[in-house]
């Protein structure tokens, strides 16, 4: 348990058996009376924003989130299919947590998957991803200095935007925090 007095931005705590995390913390102490931490909470399941204040004699449940490291398998049907990198026991994520992050995932891939009493909330990727441009216009040649941009298609249909040098057959390094164009692998 977390007293009142340990509470800040970022930290996750437990509401109502529900994993949350503050995003914003306000600490006043009024002329008479006890002190209030003014929080703003998010859910990690619902995605639910609320406001909550506590006085400095309440307490905060801990939150137990573990996180496990794990390897893509395959895709069954709608879903994605990980396999733990320990136990090799296979987790099944679908939209709801993949998201977009679903356009950079590769085979064997490892991702780190955070967990709240068994149950997955949320997945991280590497930073960086290789992929291969299978449809894209023709590059225009030493055009290299200008900003232009121009839609490619990826190998598993992903649409993005890349330089104009960039051809068909080009491998590309994705930034799969922002699902932009980082730049191109060079040729070994």
Known sequence: ??????????LKIEIDGDPCVIT???FSKPGKGQALY???????ISGNQ???????????????????????????????????????????????????LKNFIVDDMRVEILFHNDRALDITLPNF???????????????????????????????INVPIFI???DTIRIDTRTGTYADRV???
Do not use: Q, W
């Open 50 to 100: 609320f406001d909550k204040t506590y006085r400095s004699v309440e307490k905060v449940k801990r939150c137990s989130l573990m996180s496990h490291d794990y390897t893509f398998s395959y895709i069954d049907g709608a879903d994605y299919v990980f396999s733990n990198n320990e136990t090799y026991e296979e987790e099944r994520l679908g939209d709801e947590i993949l998201g977009n």
């Open 167 to 169: 051809n068909e057959g």
């Open 24 to 26: 914003n913390f306000e």
């Open 1 to 10: 348990m977390y007293s009142a007095s340990d509470l800040k931005k970022g």
């Open 186 to 188: 060079a040729k070994g």
């Open 129 to 159: 991803v290789e992929m291969v441009v299978s449809e894209t216009e023709p590059g225009a040649r030493g055009d290299t200095a200008t900003n232009v941009m121009k839609p490619a298609k990826l190998e598993n249909g992903y649409e």
């Open 38 to 44: 003014r929080c703003k909470i998010k859910n990690l």
